[in-house]
């Protein structure tokens, strides 16, 4: 169990190293075309027949995103006035959640509903659990499974985000080639970018598991 952990603390550390170092990479190299992120968000929208959504500039670093509730695509400034290969990569990925939620994508949609119960899970677990060690009683084993399932739906949460950004990368990667945005050359460096962003995905999912593991691990004894 220690061995996954630290399996995947490892994993995590080089997923955060490897988006830093690619993503910087390609975003000293400017597309030939000239596009920025947002004239690529936008512009993929309309091809798409998507005009309800608006693309926003949103402070910080890598902040991008969608938000469903408000149809609101946001690019961090690195990617909405950028024209590198990087910031493509990254608008279109944003722009391929934009498109999931438009055509009624499943596992985008599960996501959103798991949202609120994510947020809780993530809030009351680990309290419960040690509000619950304090106790020897039936109340404080019950308050500690509880955390636990609590814990769990914080975990399922992070294993739908999978395929919802596994899709997106795909749709983006379709979308710049067959819309012309990047030439064959510059596809490869967009593909390496969205790549980087998935494993920090793929690592996040394996700590949470490896964390829920031990956690029933060593309170499954106690209740023994």
Not at 44 to 64: H, P
Not at 139 to 159: E, K, Q, R, W, Y
């Amino acid at each position: 169990m220690y061995f996954l952990l630290i399996l995947a603390m490892m994993l995590s550390l080089y997923a955060q190293s490897n988006i830093s170092n690619t993503y910087n990479k390609y975003s000293r190299i400017a597309n030939r075309r000239g596009y920025t992120g947002a004239q690529v968000a936008t512009q993929m929208l309309q091809n798409s027949g998507i005009y309800d959504v608006r693309v926003e500039r949103v402070a910080g670093n890598l902040t991008d995103h969608y938000d469903p509730r408000t149809k609101t695509l946001r690019l961090s400034q690195s990617v909405y006035d950028s024209t590198s290969v990087a910031a493509l990569g990254v608008a279109a990925h944003e722009t391929g959640h934009a498109i999931q939620h438009d055509v009624g994508y499943a596992p985008l949609s599960l996501r959103s509903i798991f949202v609120p119960v994510a947020n809780l899970g993530s809030k009351l677990s680990l309290p419960l659990i040690f509000i619950g060690m304090f106790f020897t009683s039936n109340s404080g084993n019950m308050m500690i499974d509880l955390g636990i399932i609590f814990f769990a739906l914080s975990v399922a949460f992070t294993l739908i985000t999978l395929p919802v950004e596994f899709n997106a990368s795909s749709r983006a990667i379709t979308l710049l080639v067959d819309q012309n945005f990047l030439d064959e050359g510059e596809v490869g460096g967009a593909k390496k970018v969205l790549q980087a962003a998935a494993l920090t995905y793929v690592a996040a999912a394996i700590a949470a598991v490896a964390q829920l593991l031990r956690l029933i691990a060593i309170f499954g004894r106690r209740n023994d």
